[in-house]
């Protein structure tokens, strides 16, 4: 599928319905506190690739779940994601102006806000995950609740902190991705299959070893893009990494052999969804699109 108008076509298709799951999940702006309710919708709504809620709502459709089933995981997934790009922002972290083309939430909304929505935004996913109809919403929750803390995306955040200005080895700077951006895009492959019923370990090992290759291939390519790519089309200050000395990808193995390694990652992926057969084309075309993505 690829880069093809088919891929393109489902693509959009998946992010307008993950952008009206979302609308409907977050609180109105007419509902009281309203300077925050307003806050968390542009931080949700303004935008982005919704890559981690597509991979809960595609894995589980390639498994055979419902849609009703899969609206409260795709939502809860992209939750968690948007508090931790608010709070990632902030001055006390990376102090970023721009996210996704526009103010970032603290730029637009105020310091003291942004936090909270962050929290907000956090309690929110784990309530919209436990109303999930499935027989055992718990075990979902446990699974956004690792991949959301120490163990997960909040513990590779304090290893990047601790990395400025360090040099790392490959292995050290797979382990804080494996967290930090992984650990998020496993859980979201997770949620869809577990929604779908899924449990053969064979099938479940497979799709966590896929999410987990192109969870690395994706900040791979966000490393690249941070070199090569440009503010406007990023919708994100390009550099900033690098002007904030931040091991990455291509200093550690240099452009080429971070690209020939994206792409090895991507090859990896694509193996693991063989036994899916015709089910995982739209999966292993957004691995092929993450490898090559332009913003």
């Not at 902030?90 to 970023?96: A, V």
């Not at 959301?148 to 804080?176: C, F, H, K, P, Y």
């Not at 779908?196 to 900040?219: K, N, S």
């Not at 490393?223 to 390009?238: A, F, N, P, R, S």
């Amino acid at each position: 599928m690829g880069d093809s108008a088919l891929f393109r076509e489902r693509l959009s298709d998946y992010q307008g319905r993950v952008h009206a799951m979302l609308d409907r999940a977050l609180p109105p702006t007419s509902e009281p506190p309203l300077r925050l309710h307003e806050a968390m919708r542009y931080a949700v709504l303004g935008g982005g690739k919704r890559v981690r809620a597509i991979l809960a709502v595609a894995t589980g459709e390639s498994l055979g779940a419902e849609a009703e089933c899969m609206e409260p995981a795709a939502c809860a997934v992209e939750f968690i994601h948007a508090y931790s790009l608010v709070h990632d922002d902030l001055p006390c972290m990376d102090d970023d102006d721009l996210r996704r083309g526009v103010p970032t939430c603290h730029r637009a909304f105020g310091e003291a806000t942004a936090l909270l929505v962050g929290d907000a935004l956090q309690a929110l996913a784990f309530e919209t995950l436990a109303h999930a109809p499935v027989s055992d919403s718990g075990e979902l929750v446990r699974v956004l609740a690792r991949a959301s803390g120490s163990r997960g995306m909040a513990g590779g955040q304090a290893i990047d902190l601790e990395s400025v200005g360090r040099t790392l080895t490959l292995d050290q700077l797979e382990n804080m991705h494996l967290h930090k951006t992984g650990a998020l895009i496993r859980a979201s492959v997770r949620l869809g299959a577990l929604c779908a019923g899924a449990r053969d370990p064979e099938i479940l090992d497979r799709l966590d070893e896929y999410a987990r290759c192109i969870g690395l291939a994706f900040q791979i390519r966000d490393d690249i893009l941070d070199i090569e790519g440009d503010t406007e089309v990023l919708g994100k200050t390009q550099g900033a990494d690098v002007a904030l000395d931040k091991p990455t990808y291509p200093s550690v193995l240099g452009l080429d052999a971070s690209r020939a390694h994206a792409h090895a990652l991507h090859e990896r992926a694509s193996e693991q969804l063989a036994p899916l057969g015709r089910d995982a084309d739209f999966l292993l075309a957004l691995s092929e699109f993450i490898v090559d993505r332009k913003s």
